[in-house]
C-alpha cells in the first residue's frame, strides 16, 4: 500500500516507466490522498487493510502529510504518540510501515538528529535511515541506518539517474569521493577553522607539558594550502596560541 501524498497519476506513472517495474504492479495498492491522523486516516488505513489481508508493506510519503499540525504545543509528545499509532497498525496486522519525512535544516552532529520532528519522531521508531548530500544537486550521498536492535551503519552511495536507483560505492570509490570532496570543497575556510579547533585541543593537551605547541602549529600552517598572496608563515600566525 503505497500513499503518494506528494504525487500526482502521471508523475508516479513516468516514475514506475523509468523503474521498468512493471511486475507485480497489480498488487500494489496506490492512494494520493488522505486525512491526518487526528482526522480518520488511522481508522481509514485500518479498515483497508482489513479488506486486503495479504498487504504487508504500508509506504507513507510523505509523513507530514498525515501527521498534520495538531501537536504543535507539545511536539515530543505528539511525536511519540504518533509513531505510537503507527507501531500499533503494524503490529495488530502483521506489516512493515515505511514512513519517508525530509530532515531538518541547519547544522547536527549526528545524521539521525536532522529527522523533521522532536527527537520523539527517531525515537519512536524501530529503525531511521537518513540520506544526507552536501548540495542538492550532488548524485552521491551518505545514508545512515540506526535501528533499534542491530549496530548502526553507513553507507556511500551515487545515484543513476538512467535507472532512478540509488548504488552501492566501494570503499576505494568512497574514499576519493571524500578526497575529491575535500581538495574542491569552496567552503575551504570553514573546514580550515575545523581543523585548527581540533588541533588547538591537541596542542593544548598532548603537548603542553612538552612545550611544543607553537612547534607543532607551525609545522601545521607549513602544511597548509597558501593563497596567492600568502606563501609563508609568520609569527603572527602563532599569536593567539596560548
Not at 495488530?92 to 525530509?102: C, G, K, P, R, Y
Not at 527517531?122 to 550532488?138: C, F, H, Q, Y
Not at 576505494?172 to 581538495?183: H, M, T
Amino acid at each position: 500500500m503505497y500513499l503518494g501524498l506528494e504525487d500526482t497519476v502521471t508523475r508516479l506513472q513516468s516514475r514506475f516507466e523509468m523503474l521498468e517495474a512493471y511486475e507485480g504492479m497489480e498488487n500494489i495498492h496506490f492512494v494520493l490522498k488522505a486525512n491526518s491522523i487526528t482526522s480518520g486516516v488511522e481508522e481509514d488505513i485500518r479498515d483497508y487493510l482489513t479488506l486486503h489481508p495479504n498487504i504487508k508493506l504500508v509506504v507513507i510519503d510523505t509523513l507530514q502529510h498525515i501527521r498534520g499540525n495538531e501537536f504543535v504545543k507539545n511536539i515530543y509528545a505528539g511525536d511519540v504518540e504518533f509513531t505510537n499509532i503507527l507501531r500499533q497498525i503494524s503490529m495488530e496486522f502483521d506489516l512493515t510501515i515505511l514512513a519517508l519525512t525530509h530532515t531538518n535544516k541547519g547544522k547536527h552532529d549526528d545524521d539521525i538528529s536532522k529527522i523533521s520532528g522532536s527527537e520523539g519522531m527517531a525515537g519512536g521508531t524501530d529503525g531511521n535511515w537518513v540520506l544526507t548530500k552536501s548540495k542538492r544537486t550532488d548524485t552521491r550521498a551518505n545514508l545512515t541506518i540506526s535501528n533499534r536492535d542491530t549496530e548502526a551503519f553507513e553507507f556511500a552511495l551515487e545515484f543513476d539517474k538512467e535507472s532512478c536507483r540509488w548504488n552501492k560505492l566501494t570503499r576505494d570509490e568512497s574514499v576519493v569521493n571524500e578526497k575529491e570532496r575535500f581538495l574542491h570543497a569552496k567552503d575551504w575556510g570553514e573546514l580550515q577553522t575545523k581543523y585548527f579547533e581540533l588541533m588547538t585541543l591537541f596542542c593544548q593537551f598532548a603537548l603542553r607539558e612538552n612545550g611544543e605547541e607553537k612547534l607543532w602549529y607551525k609545522k601545521i600552517l607549513e602544511l597548509m594550502p597558501k593563497d596567492d598572496t600568502d606563501d609563508s608563515t609568520t609569527d603572527n600566525d602563532l599569536k593567539d596560541i596560548p
